[in-house]
Every structure is written in C-alpha cells, then in structure tokens.
C-alpha cells in the first residue's frame, strides 16, 4: 500500500511539471495506445453506427482525421469505403501501417495535419470522421474554425461529417476528473492506464498514468498536455459558421437523443447538396465474406494477428497528383 501512495505523490508531481505539446504528447503515447482501448470492444460497438451511415446514405469513400493507429479506418475499410487515414504524428501513423499489414486490411495513411488537407486530395469524400474526443487538442478559435473549414471542403455535396468528443457541458458543470480505468495483460505483466483532468480558467490539463508491473514490481510513467472543453452550442456554431446547416447530435453510438448528463457528445454533420457517386463505376471493395451476425463478436476474430490474410484490393489513391504517396511494406 505505501508503494502504491509513493506512486501516485511521484505520478502527481510529474503531471505538475511536465506539460507536453499536442504532437509529443501522442507520439510518446503511441506505443502503448492499443493497449489502453479495448479495440474489439469499441469497434463492435461503433461499427454497427458506421455500418448503417454507411448502407443508409450510400458511403463510398470516407477519410480519418488523427486516425491515431488506424483501427477505425481499418473498420470503415471493412465496411466497403475507399478508406483514407491521416494523421500529425510519425509514430502514430507508423503503428496505423503496421496495424493495417497485421490486420491484412490495405488502406491509405498519410502523414500530415488538418490545416491544409483540401489542397491534398484531388477528390472529396463521403464521410468524413474525427473521434476520440480529438477536437478538445484543437485551441479555440482559428484551429478549431480551420479545421472545420477543411473538412467542409473535403466533402462531397451531401457528404457527412462525424465528430465525437467528450460531453464536457456534464464534466465542467460536475468538476468530473476521472474516467474508468483501462488496461491489458500479457501473461504475467499487466499495465493499467488511468485518465485524469485537471481544471483551469479556461483549459484543462489531460494526465494519462500509466502502470506496469513488470519482473515483480510497478513502473510508472505520465504523459500531461493541455486541452480545452468545447461546450455542444460552441461545437454546434462552430460548424454552422463554416457552412454546415443539418446538424444531428447523439448521446451514444446506439442512436439515442443526446443527454446532457451523459459522457459523451456524437456530431452527424451534413453537407449542403446531394451525394453522388464519381463516376458509374463502383469503387475496389475488400474481398467478398459472409457478413457478421454482430461486428462485435467478428471483431474479436479480425483485429487478431493473421498469418495468411488476404489482402483487399489496393484503394485508389485519393492523393494529389503532386503528392507522393507514402510506401506501403509489401510483405504480409
């Protein structure tokens, strides 16, 4: 018990000093990152909401902002969807890839951050995606308008824009610092992830602990950087201002209307115009299988490992003839 105590006072005075930027922040996060989402979990439960975006308004291509290790486009590429990733981190993207080889899923990341993204592609897409509370590392103002500016560019006429954050109405108005803890195990070893705010005027301090018992004993370490709670109506305007007029707000990935009491906060955005497809051809899609009776139980089996996976057709690169493409590891 007196070691867990000495921990958590060495944990609380790493957090007070040591602020990262946005971009170290995750890159030092990178390599732990699956282990603290439960991926199987959160792909069954929010592929079941994409699958019906998808079959509902006839998705054909989507793209990732900050698609951190690639789960969620690997997700939309088995959906059918030309499916693109893009994030600001080297090493996220780095894991992305090799996430993707693992998987036998073939997709498209790209290395680079929001700011200028409609000069990148030479096509716009569908469906458009930002998750994992992403937008709250955005500092209020012009990063948040650009980013929405971008994507609104991005996006085919009638295309939609999906955002997910963190219900911060409910976490500012309750002083809310904790979420559950998360973690994984690995025969004897165990790592344990512990998220926790602290609150200032206008800000707030994001902390990940992160425990390991490795060779009988705890090793610790904590990863701080800023972040700013974006309240519904701020979001809401936000994308308003930037063009969006049909906005859908939910509660969970189940539908529901949303709570204010709730702990998160799901946008559907959609751009003006109808959506249609480029061109009479249908894009590549992955190779034909019996659709699961719950993307839930199949993602148990599919994020596994695969040592004789069948690769899905390579999708038709969404990139600028000015940009070269980044380079995919042959070997499965």
């Known amino acids: 018990m007196m070691l867990e105590v000495i921990h958590f006072q060495r944990v609380q005075r790493l957090m007070e000093r040591n602020i990262l930027s946005q971009l170290e922040f995750f890159d030092r996060l990178s390599d732990s990152y699956d282990q603290m989402i439960s991926w199987p979990t959160r792909i069954g439960t929010e592929g079941m909401f994409f699958k019906k975006l998808v079959s509902d308004n006839k998705l054909k291509s989507s793209l990732d902002v900050a698609c951190s290790t690639g789960f969620h486009v690997i997700m939309l590429r088995r959906l059918g969807l030309d499916a693109v990733g893009i994030d600001a981190s080297p090493k996220m993207i780095e894991k992305a890839r090799t996430n993707s080889v693992t998987c036998g899923v073939t997709v498209e990341y790209i290395l680079g951050d929001f700011t200028n993204m409609a000069k990148r592609f030479s096509e716009g897409f569908d469906l458009i995606t930002c998750l994992g509370d992403t937008v709250a590392h955005l500092k209020p103002g012009q990063d948040l308008k650009k980013l929405f500016q971008e994507v609104y560019k991005c996006l085919n006429p009638g ?63 904590v990863q701080t950087t800023e972040i700013y709670p974006y309240l ?66 199949a993602a148990k089996n599919e994020l596994r490992p695969k040592t004789a996976a069948i690769p899905a057709p390579k999708p038709v690169s969404r990139r600028s003839s000015s940009t070269k493409a980044p380079k995919r590891k042959s070997k499965r």
């Open 232 to 297: 519904k109506k701020e979001l809401e305007s936000a994308l308003k201002s930037v063009g969006f007029a049909k906005l859908t707000c939910y509660r969970n990935y189940n539908f529901e209307d949303y709570d204010p009491n709730g702990s998160d906060l799901i946008l559907v955005a959609e751009k003006k115009g109808v959506l249609k497809s480029k061109g009479s051809f249908r894009r590549d899609k992955p190779p034909s299988r019996p659709e699961p009776a719950s993307l839930k139980s």
């Open 159 to 221: 295309g939609l824009f999906v955002l997910q954050a963190r219900n911060y109405d409910y976490i500012l108005k309750h002083q809310s610092r904790f979420t559950p803890p998360s973690g994984s195990r690995n025969g004897t070893e165990e790592t344990l992830f512990f998220r926790l705010l602290d609150f200032h005027a206008k800000s707030l301090n994001l902390s990940i602990a992160k425990f390991r018992w490795h060779e009988n004993r705890w090793e610790s370490s």
